[in-house]
Structure formats: C-alpha cells, structure tokens
RNA sequence: GGUCCAGUAGUUCAGUUGGUUAGAACGCUAGCCUGUCACGCUAGAGGUCGACGGUUCGAGUCCGUUCUGGAUCGCCA
C-alpha cells in the first residue's frame, strides 16, 4: 500500500539538481533505481524523466524514517523532502554528481514488485519480454530519449508548418476500402450490414479534396495502416507526416521540403542540412546504385560491362547476353584483402536470397590478379575491366550476371551489405537526396497489367501525357522520393488536376469505367469543379525517428509497436471476439484448422 | 507463402561424445557494514531445459511435429 501525497508537491526533478542548488530545501518524486546499504547510511538512486539524483539517509533521521529507507526496493514510487549538500565524494560519471540530498522525510507511494526486466540502458532481456513489460521497457533512459526525440521531431515540423502558413487538417480513420496499393484493415459497420469501413493506408484522396476546397496549404501527422508483412523497419500502423500544396510544381515541392528538413535537423540533431539537395533521375539511381534508395555514404557503384564479354566463353555471361540479361559489377576498392574466398562464399549466399545465382569476383592485391572466372579473362579484358573501374590495388570485383531486376536487386543490396560488414557507414553523416522521374507504372506480372508505381492520382510528366495509352512503360511521373542514407523516409508527387487525364490513367490501369465509378466517382467529379494544380509529400516519422536516434529497429521509436505477426504482446491484440459483437455484426465466423486462440 | 537464427533460473548466458544431484554472472531473500555509486562480506532460495511425440538402459543434448520471438525474400500503389 502506498501513502498518499497529501498536498506534497514536487519542487525539482533531481535529476537537474545541480551545485547552485546547495542548501535548498527540496521535494523530489520519482523511482527507485538503486539502493545501497552501508549499514547506518543508505544511499538511494532516485530517478525521474530528467535523470539520476543520489539521496542519503543517515543517523540524522528518526530511526522510524531509517528503518523506512531500508524497507524501500528497486522500481519503489517514493517522494522525498531534504536538503541539497555538496558531496563528499563526487561521482563525475553523473550529471547531478556534485551534490546529493540528505533527506528528512520519505513517502513510499507505491511499492513494487521485483521487476522482470533491469530498468537500465545495458539490459539485454529479450525483446519478447521487454514487449510484454512494455511500461517498465520505456522508463529506461535510452527509450525515453527515443519517444523525446520523436515529440521534437514531430513538434518542430508542426512550428514550420505553422510559420509557412499550413493547415493541420484532420480526415476520416473510417473510410473507403481502396483496390488499388496495399492491404486494408477492414472494420465492419453495425448500422450497415455487410458493409465495410477500411482503415486508411494514406489520406491521400481527402488531402487532395482539400485543396480543391481551397485550404492550399494542409499538413497533418497522422496514422496509417497497411496489413502487409512487418520488417525491422515497418509496422502496421505507422505515423506519416503528410503534406499537400496548391499552385506549385516539383521544385516548389521539393523546396519547401528542403527547408523542412534543414530546421528539423538543426532543432532536434543541430545537423546542418546542405541545400539544394543532390537530384537524381530514378534511371541513374538504379543504374549507379541498383536502388531506387540509394545509400550515397559510400561508393561502390554499378558498372554495366556487358560490352566487355561480347563473345565470351563464359556461358553464364554469353547466356545473359543473349537473353538480354545485364553483367554488373562493384568494386569493393581498398578492401580485396578484409575478404577470404569463405567470406566470398557467403557474399554469394546473400545475393542467391535475392534471386542472383552466382557470383563472380577478381581481385587485384599486390599487383597479382586472382580471379573466379580466371580461364575465361584474356589480358585485353582485364585491363578495360580495370579501366572501366578503375581498379587500384587491394581492390575487388564482384560480378552478377542475370534479368536486370535481379541484377539491380542483389548488387544494391550486396554494395550495402559490405559497407556494412566493412564498418564503414557513419550514422551521423545524413546523406539526403532526393529521386525524381520515376515510371509513372510498372507491370504487374501477376495480374499482367500496368499498375501504378506511386499511386493513380500521381501526374504524368507534361512531355509523356500523350504516351499514356501507346506507350505506358515508357511515362514517367512527377514523383519524387526524399532519400536518407539508404532509407525511403518520404515520397510524393504532382497530383493529376484533370479529371480527363484521371480518367485516362484509369483506363491505362485496366479499370472499366463503371469500375472507376464506382471506387473514385466522387473524386473524378470533384476535379470537374475547379481543381488547383496541387502535389504533396507524405514521410515515414518512425524512419526519421529511427536515423536521428540511430537505431535500426523501428519498434525502438514506437511506445507500443507490434511484433513481427502484428500482435502487440502488451495487451493480447489481436484477440477473439465475444460471439455479442459478432451477432450484432451479423458476422459468422469460418473455423480454422490451426486456432489462434 | 519461402529461407535462416534463437528459445536452459526473474534476466543474460555456459552446458564436452547422450551418462551421477543442470552451472555462472547479475538480480532476489536474510544477516553484517558510515561515503557508496557495478558498494563490500557471509549465508540462502530459485529450473516442467518453450510444448508434444519418438529413438535409447539413459535425452537439455539425437530425430519429428508444433508454439513463440527475431532477420530476410516475396509483399509493402
């Protein structure tokens, strides 16, 4: 049982308590971090949001208050009154180090059990645990740090916005089902049977509405939801600070956006952001970096050498070729010695997951060339393969041969995974740019028709309009994403303004117009009454969270993030659902071989 | 849907070729201790080795199934 307040009112946190507080009387509230009894002294680790303060009891107290100290246990709610002192030994390891406070009085709020996780910045309990005691995971000084990061983020974009006159504009949780992007999660409506509200995976179409109301400039932080499959870097619901704009284009975009970014990372990592950020066409992206999110911390980059092996004996190589295949290769240069043929073994291991089936490698050390396709390499070969990378010693060629989606794939992601094995990425060296021109679709081998890359409200290029229906392949967008150190952190476009062209984009998607209709009549017609020209860009907070905190686990910047099945093991979610709700649903429920219950 | 990794005390881990009573550190409990801050010293408690099944004289260890968590490919307009 726990005392109450009675009108104690906390007049620090102790954790700021510093020398020129010395000899005030103060009132301090907050957990038990440690206690330590030396017999007739007790010293207690008092901690709160703002840190550590070290209180002592001694003698001094009556026996009655020091037997009470002694009883107090790790994780205790206490509040204590007494009088800031110089220390006698100091601890420099401790911001409030120089002074501790003798107390003359102790109330114990709450007591607590033997906590299952230690409440400190090297406890390594398994994440499983730590997610289920989620409320005891968070009071360590790490997490904290990572939710206050998180508030200033979103809390100096919120200024900017406000100073550059946009509008917080709140749109529907509930809304419409959308056919097109990711999987929705579905809520059934009680007041209309067998009907459907989806989760928003975007507000993409009430931003956009907005602007046809007139509101010109809106942002808004807010959750979406998409019922995909998690990785360390994506939840099921994630926060999007989403932006809409009237009368602009993509520079104008993209400007805005720059002085965005630059007042976040001076407020919150006092990083100074150079502008004008690097540009890069989408084409050059994955020509240069085999991604479309490149990492540009580091080199590495792509060199086509199909030219190089016309004629090869090489049937890996010649096979590509003449399927019109790509031969691709990196070079690891100044680093051919970190890596033995075993590691090279397992390089190639890496790429196979993305569907490449070898990998061929020449290394250059001590002016000795050796190599995995040597036999079939003639002098002239390797001095223009030299040439084209420039090849210094203790260098290292990594070749992939295959589709060019493959090739693209693997090497883009083996030039990371080395970077990273190499140790050599800085994560506080924030290297944005932004990629621009992207397809305006991509074809969906599963469905066999063109779908969009971005989304279908998303602008053709002014040029590539009339390609709409000869040459779909070959438009591209007025979409652009903002990359950050091998992150997708935002992405966004000119909108289509014209319910015609929204009509003909529709149509080159494969919708009937009956189909179109019924999904996005009331957006088609909504441009029928005046739209502005207007675009938009949407962020990942969480990824922004994760890269100025510098961890690579998205739950790290979420209070209560789900687990890789999208259960939250906090609170049981998702859980069965009482046969009541169902009936009033009218919803019947299919048994299941394997039950989740 | 696929591939890979992990699961042993409250926590993090060790556990040899399958062999006696499954260990360590931290934490916890009790006692002692006036300058600790990774306090120290003494004593002690604490285990369904994720679960189920199999092989074996004998399983934490081998085999199968399954559950849980993580990484990743597909997927994520």
């Known amino acids: 049982m726990g005392e109450a307040l009675n009108g104690l009112k906390r007049s620090y946190y102790g954790g700021e308590l510093r020398e020129n507080h010395i000899g005030e009387t103060v009132t301090l509230m907050g957990w038990v971090q440690k206690r330590r009894n030396l017999g007739s002294l007790i010293f207690v680790d008092l901690r709160d949001k703002s840190g550590i303060c070290q209180i002592v009891f001694d003698t001094a107290v009556s026996e009655e208050a020091f037997e009470k100290a002694n009883s107090i246990r790790n994780e205790y709610v206490i509040a204590i009154t007494g009088k800031v002192t110089k220390r006698e030994s100091v601890n420099n390891n401790l911001p409030s180090g120089q002074i501790e406070v003798f107390a003359d009085s102790l109330k114990i709020l709450c007591e607590s059990d033997v906590p299952p996780i230690h409440i400190d910045d090297n406890d390594e309990a398994n994440e499983r645990t730590r997610l289920k005691y989620r409320y005891l995971d968070l009071r360590k000084p790490k997490m904290q740090n990572y939710l206050f990061t998180r508030h200033k983020i979103a809390s100096a974009a919120r200024r900017f916005f406000d100073a550059e006159g946009f509008v917080d504009i709140e749109t529907p949780m509930l809304t419409k089902p959308t056919p097109e992007g990711a999987r929705d999660y579905l809520v059934p409506s009680r007041v209309n049977l067998n009907k459907f509200y989806a989760l928003p995976q975007s507000p993409q179409l009430f931003k956009q509405l907005l602007m046809v109301s007139g509101f010109d400039r809106y942002y808004q932080i807010t959750k979406c939801f998409r019922d995909e499959d998690l990785r360390a870097d994506r939840q099921p619901e994630f926060t999007q600070i989403d932006v809409e ?26 990083y100074d952001v150079q502008t004008p950020l690097l540009k890069l066409p989408y084409s050059e992206a994955m020509d240069r970096f085999g991604s479309d999110k490149p990492d540009i911390r580091f080199g590495f980059e792509l060199k086509q050498m199909n030219h190089l092996f016309v004629g090869t004996e090489f049937k890996v190589f010649s096979d590509t070729l003449a399927s019109n295949g790509d031969i691709r290769g990196i070079n690891i240069n100044g680093y051919s010695d970190r890596f033995s043929r075993k590691d090279i073994t397992k390089l190639e291991e890496f ?46 060629i990594l070749i992939v041969a295959d589709k060019p989606a493959v090739v693209y794939d693997s090497l883009g992601a083996l030039r990371c995974e080395i970077a990273k094995q190499l140790n050599i990425l800085d994560p506080k060296d924030y290297k944005f740019l932004w990629v621009t021109d992207f397809p305006l679709f991509e074809y969906d081998e599963e469905e066999n028709r063109y779908v969009a890359k971005h989304h279908p409200f998303t602008s053709p290029k002014d040029e590539d309009v009339d390609k709409l229906e000869s040459d779909p392949g070959s438009c591209r967008a007025k979409a652009y994403d903002i990359v950050l150190n091998g992150y997708e952190i935002g992405g966004g476009s000119i909108r289509i303004h014209n319910s015609t062209v929204q009509e003909r984009m529709f149509k080159a998607l494969g919708f009937t117009e009956e189909e179109a209709r019924e999904k996005f009549g009331f957006f088609i017609d909504a441009f029928k009454y005046g739209a502005p020209p207007h675009g938009g860009i949407a962020y990942g907070l969480d990824r922004v969270v994760m890269l100025v905190t510098g961890t690579d686990n998205i739950r790290d910047v979420i209070a209560f993030p789900k687990t890789q099945d999208a259960k939250c093991l906090l609170t049981n979610a998702p859980s069965v659902a009482e046969q009541k709700q169902l009936d009033e649903l009218y919803l019947k429920l299919t048994p299941v071989e394997k039950s989740n219950a």
């Open 351 to 396: 790429i196979k997951s993305y569907g490449a089936k070898g990998l061929a490698w020449i290394k250059f050390t001590n002016g000795e060339m050796q190599s995995s396709i040597n036999k079939f390499l003639d002098d002239s070969q390797v001095e223009a393969i030299k040439a084209l990378f420039e090849v210094g010693d203790n260098d290292m």
């Open 245 to 270: 704009m009237s009368f602009v284009d993509e520079d104008d975009v993209r400007a805005i956006n720059e002085n965005l970014l630059k007042y976040i990372f001076k407020e919150v990592a006092n």
